[in-house]
């Protein structure tokens, strides 16, 4: 007897193939059989007319400080998400001088924009080494499996000290030989890869660039061999391209002899520079370097609003002086004060944040029920504004002043310069790409793409209506079997005899995002934006259901993941 089945659901299994109706038995942890007719099971579920899919495998979050203090990782669990892989960008807790704690704080905090209360409040630092660290990792069961990258920043300030925080600083022979050597030990114990960020984008809170921004060939090629003898590890960057920066790391990725992760958008300064990348990758696959760019299934945007990081007043001084009330306080005196009103709205105009803010709204919209992250351009704010007669800045506090304060705008700053989503759908489409980039843990005061997830399926298969669709079993498979080949997680993403049983049942038709909103519930009280889902049925982790409609059960079976893991043959002998 069977411990699961799953009864005649739409299985879309992840290869890529056409949909179709089938029973998936699991046993032991591991999906045991898949057809029609199984056997019985301990417990069944019927699936009729419901979508089964692997679980999602999420390989670009940021959740190194959470995963210390949250079993439940939330919102990634919320959208289907079995696996996460962290440590992405270069920053990261581990390794750790005593003392040094507070740079890395600061570096996460300016970059990842995840506040410094709540890193020094929710993170104990019971580790220097980055082999502890994943100790201490291991030592937490979840809903989830995790597994943790070496970040350069903190492997830099952890070798060179304070000169290590100085992008420009060049290592000595012997400090690029010790870093390599921590690396490799980490790599060894089980790190999935080792990440750096050379964009200019990233900085610490204090203003600093991040520490790899620069870093040269000595450092990186060094770096790479260290993967070379570990035999071990993704090589991730988060890069602006700078001339003979791809070159670069085309040239670490071949010495390390390992795969290259490369994050690609679309940005508005070189609108066609991620086709250049692309052919690039094209060009260095066929010279035997195992590159693949991550790409997003939405446009990458920041939310505004009143008690978001980022809005159209959050630097007037009149916005400032209210920094001292609660947010309820603060809507109490927005609501109460015209004066106050007319001040935010037609003071201070000119100063440098009110003028990067009238620009933002001439494509920026409002985040209404429906949802739509392929807004079209005759619904920003600036131009509604225009058609009523109205000052644009008058129309976003208005907006922002909705639902009890709650009100949000949507600011596509990336992959959106024609006003639509055709660029995104060529990215999704290219064979050299994964899904990645949502940050999910991340920029907690500006986004939610942690729920990228559900709308790559909900969006991309079937809410689309300017532009063509894609298929569900290719979106599928983008999210599950390709991200979770891309980090050698050969056990998971396929519903298959032989491989973990993470997988999700889902009301497909009904599935659907929920507004984000604010929650002040990260550790200090610190806020961050979350958004919920609904249509997910069941998601089951190892064989266990961790969350039903929505709510956790009691299942904590997720667990550390150390390295590459084994294809089903071996994952079944286990």
Known sequence: MFDLVIRGGRLVDGSGAPERVADVAVAGGIVAEVGRGLGPGRREIGADGLLVTPGFVDI??????????????????????????????GVGFAPVSRGAEG??????????????AVLAKGIEFRWQSFEDYLDVLAEMPRTMDVAAQVPHGALRFHVMGERGADHAAVPTAAEIVRM????????????????????????????????????????????????????AGVLEVNSDFAEGDFELLCDAARTAGRPLSLLLVQVDSAP???REILHKIEQARSMGVGATAQVGSR??????????????????????????????????????????????????????????????????FELTDELDYEPPPGQAIAVRAER????????????????????LILHPFENYCAGDLDVVRQMLVHPFTVCGVADAGAHVGIICDASSPTSLLAHWARDRRR????????????????????????????????????????????????????????????RRLVQKAIGYRHTFVAG????????????????LLRGARPGPARAAAQ
């Open 180 to 231: 390599g050597a921590l690396l490799e030990r980490a790599l060894r114990a089980g790190a999935l890869g080792f990440t750096t960020s050379r964009t200019i984008k990233h900085r610490a809170r204090d203003g600093r660039p991040t520490p790899g921004l620069s870093a040269g060939e000595a450092e990186l090629l060094g770096l790479a061999a260290a993967m070379r003898r570990a035999g």
């Open 103 to 116: 740079y890395l704080i600061n570096l996460m905090e300016g970059v990842e924009d995840i506040p410094e």
């Open 272 to 274: 066609d520079r991620w």
């Open 388 to 407: 009523a007669g109205q000052d644009r800045f008058a129309l976003a506090l208005e907006l922002m002043l909705a639902r009890g304060g709650s009100g």
């Open 544 to 559: 266990e259901e961790t969350w039903t409609d929505g709510e956790a059960t009691s299942a904590l079976p997720g667990r």
């Open 60 to 89: 670009h979050t940021h959740y190194d400080a959470q995963a210390t203090w949250d079993r439940q990782l939330t919102p990634s669990a919320w959208h289907g998400v079995t696996t996460a892989v962290f440590g992405n960008c």
């Open 299 to 364: 446009p990458i945007g920041v939310l505004m609003g009143l008690e978001c990081s980022m809005q159209p007043f959050a630097k007037h001084p009149d916005w400032l002086a209210l920094q001292n009330l609660t947010p309820g306080g603060r809507l109490a005196r927005l609501l109460g004060e015209p004066e106050l009103r007319r001040r935010l709205v037609f003071e201070h105009r000119h100063e440098p944040h009110a003028q990067w803010a009238w620009k933002a709204l001439e494509r920026g």
């Open 467 to 526: 532009g063509p669709r894609l298929p569900l079993e290719f979106l599928v498979r983008k999210q599950t079997r390709d991200t979770a080949l891309h980090y050698g997680l050969g056990d998971r993403g396929l519903l298959a005899p032989g491989y973990r049983a993470d997988f999700n049942v889902i009301d497909f038709k009904r599935l659907r995002l929920g507004r984000p909103e604010l929650a002040y519930d990260l550790p200090a009280g610190g």
